[in-house]
């Protein structure tokens, strides 16, 4: 083959190497079950990041969901100048996790993890359960997903001021994890032990999750 050509498809067939390598988000991302059965490697992360942090799986899984959608590449729209120009982005939030640069370096330094890259699906899932620990050692509780997440949005300490409060878009998203959370647990209950999903624990936590959106949305 001529060198010539062989200069000029050498990096378009890199671009498709790497591009074939990339984690493809899960088929069924709606059912926990499915997503670590075709993410096997998913399922380890996450188990290893609730035995290190205490942040269940489903509450892990469903900041995963809201945050990137499950795609390892995921980062903010650009904003766009006179509304046609793209421009920059509004954050530095990048992969899974869409943690921030100065978070993540926080992170990397106070675990050690010195190697972790925001698109890699362990990495982030070690992150999240490291961030949200800091609300369970806190009082918070662990399955609540959606005051963690509001602090995960917000900040712990924007969380203890509020700032939650004049963001109802906000309020709505913790919702969203809230609920997502709540299905990645039943379903995950009702796949591992089926006789467990009777009227009365369905019922129960139900109510308990309605008292939690209402205490926060006062």
Known sequence: MNIKYIKVFTPLLLVL???????????????????????????KAVMRSEKRWKIPPYVLM????????????ARPERKKLLGFIPWFRPSTAVGYSQALNMTWEDYKEETGNSRANRKDFKDSADFIGW????????GFK??????????????????????????????KVADRVQSRSIKYQMKRIYTVRPGSLDTFYMVTY???????SWAYSM
């Open 17 to 43: 190497v790497l591009q074939s390598c990339m984690a493809t988000p899960p088929q069924n991302p709606d059912n926990i079950c499915l997503i670590f059965e075709e993410k096997k490697s998913w399922y």
């Open 62 to 73: 469903s900041f995963v969901y809201q945050e990137s959608s499950f795609k390892s590449d």
């Open 131 to 138: 961030y949200a620990s800091k609300g369970y050692y806190q």
């Open 142 to 171: 662990k399955e609540d997903a959606r005051s963690l997440y509001l602090a995960y949005h917000e900040g712990y300490g924007g969380f203890k001021k509020k700032s939650y409060r004049k963001k109802q878009w906000l309020i």
């Open 206 to 212: 139900y109510i308990k999750w309605v008292k939690t």
